[in-house]
């Protein structure tokens, strides 16, 4: 089974900086793209960004300018620098990963989400 594990989520001031990591494992033959989701109480997941395997990246307009996303393909790993960091920055953050499994299934995974908390 295919694993996606983020950390990197606390509790910054608003203006500081937070960098979450999300690393994928198990029977995975390749990673098209992976990105980041959040999702605040009582509110939809949307998404903040995302890359491909090849570099193109996507962003929300909420988080252009502010927050970086980056891959390691060896590691299998998705990186979001968040910098100038607001309250309304605060939810849940989820990895998310679209790829082949090593059986050539292709398949969509999800990551159980780390707690960004934007608060002076």
């Known amino acids: 089974q295919v694993q996606l594990v983020e950390s990197g989520g606390g509790l910054v001031q608003p203006g500081g900086s937070l960098r979450l990591s999300c690393a994928a494992s198990?029977?995975?033959?390749?990673?098209?793209?992976m990105g980041w989701y959040r999702q605040a109480p009582g509110k939809e997941r949307e998404l903040v960004a995302t890359i491909t395997s090849g570099g193109s990246t996507n962003y929300a307009d909420s988080a252009k300018g502010r927050f970086t996303i980056s891959r390691d393909n060896a590691k299998k790993t998705v990186y979001l620098q968040m910098n100038s960091l607001k309250p309304e920055d605060t939810a849940v953050y989820y990895c998310n990963a679209d790829l082949y499994t090593s059986d050539l299934r292709p398949r969509n995974y999800w990551g159980q989400g780390t707690q960004v908390t934007v608060s002076s």
């Open positions: 198990g029977s995975i033959l390749r990673i098209n793209a």
